[in-house]
């Protein structure tokens, strides 16, 4: 994974960025985009690349069929075998080994499972496909006409293999009328820096304490439990907010603008106010395409309860073929429920409601903070069912964080000292994820020119990827928790 990191960063990248600003046309740029994209994911992947070509030609295909048929039967019956059939290679290679388990399970039965590997990126590009011909068929867009193009789209390698999911109406106008600039290079390849830096000095170090207490939790005391817990809560964050950030770089350095995936989640005084903020890409997918069309809210509390439960079944359930997932997103319904109909008269759910909190009394900031850290409790809890895959396991792990389990600290300390000392990045961690480093940077940008701010900036992310660089040559630890999804 390091070796491939590095060919990535010195030699594929810097590859496509000259090739791309040496050609002079559009449909150049385009069909570079597309081959590197498919001979990226090909170099991983060289056999699952031919169910992205099936992709390609499936959705290419649905997307012409569509056209103007919204409404009619013949339209219906077309997304409906166009749905099926991008959902088919993705319960097969993801879920398939799932169900025969289980069937064997509670039937007694010895169904041989398929065993295979699951193709990096598909619930990923599988989501784009669907919401391309899901909104052709709502006229939303226009389809394709251009194959290549589509294939660009769908097989696009700075967000292919972990999000975002860039829906098709976020860059339908890129595609051909996007602008390249200097000023959006330089800041598409800083945000690159900085998410490349989230990734490898924070999540990549507070990964290895949490994997070391998670994989062997027999004698960790509670107290050792909650910190792990603590250490995941902040590793998975910064893995795939920084992924993220990489691939919206890397899409700018391009001249795509892609959207936001996070907006300090851990900030949140609400339930509700995390899932607008955390992964919100998938968060307004399962939204716009299952939990709006099933009646969303403007139906009967029952039809709504419904409507909740189906959409985070489904959300925990794209996340993995465990029981796990499945009890995580049930987890985040119920909590979701329980601020709508017990609670929502008392709780600030949204941000707006606490723009102006400087100018709050002391009381009403008390009560923001609670419920601030409560959401991080609750937040807290639901990552410890998210990171243990086995029920069996997990509650073990539980019952150890709630029954106090007492343990010599300084024992496991030095029993364990080559993963305790990554402890060390828990409080850098704790100050990004939250709202000081937002707060400095405006100060900052008030006090100084924007040349010399702009300039600040860079420094800082030249320095960061300096150090990123170096932590990546002298580790070989570099996990991405989202590449399995």
Known sequence: MVFSSMVFIFVFLPAVILLYYIFPWRAWRNTLLCVSSLFFYAWGEPIYVLIMFFSVLLNYCAGLLLQNTAGQKRG???????????????IFFKYVDFFIININTFFSLDIRTIGLSLPIGISFYTFQALSYIIDVYRR??????????????????????????????????????????LEGFVSGLMKFFFGLAAKVILANNLAVFADSVFSDYTDASSLILWIASVS????????????????????????????????????????????????????????????????????????????????????????????????WGLYYA?????????????????????????????RKKAVIWFYKLVTLFIVLVGWVLFRVENISDLLDVLRTMFSFKAGDLSLYVAEHAASCSKLFYVIPGIIVAGSLP???????????????FFAL??????????????????????PFIYFRF
């Open 76 to 90: 219906k019956f077309i997304l409906v075998v166009a749905v099926m059939l991008n959902l088919v290679a993705l």
């Open 140 to 181: 939303k867009i226009t389809p394709q006409k251009n194959p290549v193009y589509l294939a660009m789209y769908i097989a696009f390698f700075p967000q292919l293999i972990a999000g975002p999911i860039v829906r098709y109406t976020d860059i339908a106008a890129d595609i051909n009328g996007r602008k390249e600039t």
């Open 232 to 327: 995941y809560m902040l590793q998975i964050f910064f893995d795939f907010a920084g992924y993220s950030l990489m691939a919206i770089g890397l899409g700018r350095m391009f001249g795509f603008t892609f959207p936001s995936n996070f907006n300090k989640p851990y900030t949140a005084v609400s339930i509700t106010d995390f899932w607008r903020r955390w992964h919100i890409t998938l968060s307004t997918w399962f939204r716009d395409y299952v939990y709006i069309p099933l009646g969303g809210n403007r139906c009967r509390p029952a039809r709504h309860v419904f409507n909740i439960l189906v959409t985070w079944l489904l959300t925990g359930f794209w996340h993995g073929a465990e029981w796990n997932f499945i009890l």
């Open 334 to 362: 119920l909590f979701l429920l329980f601020e709508k109909y017990a609670f929502s008269r008392f709780l600030p759910i949204s941000t707006e409601s606490i723009q102006n909190m400087k100018d709050m009394s002391c």
């Open 438 to 452: 937002s707060y400095i940077i405006e100060k900052m940008r008030r006090s100084v020119s924007p040349n010399a």
């Open 457 to 478: 900036k860079a420094a800082v992310a030249l320095v960061l990827f300096v150090i990123s660089v170096l932590f990546l040559i002298a580790s070989s630890y570099n």
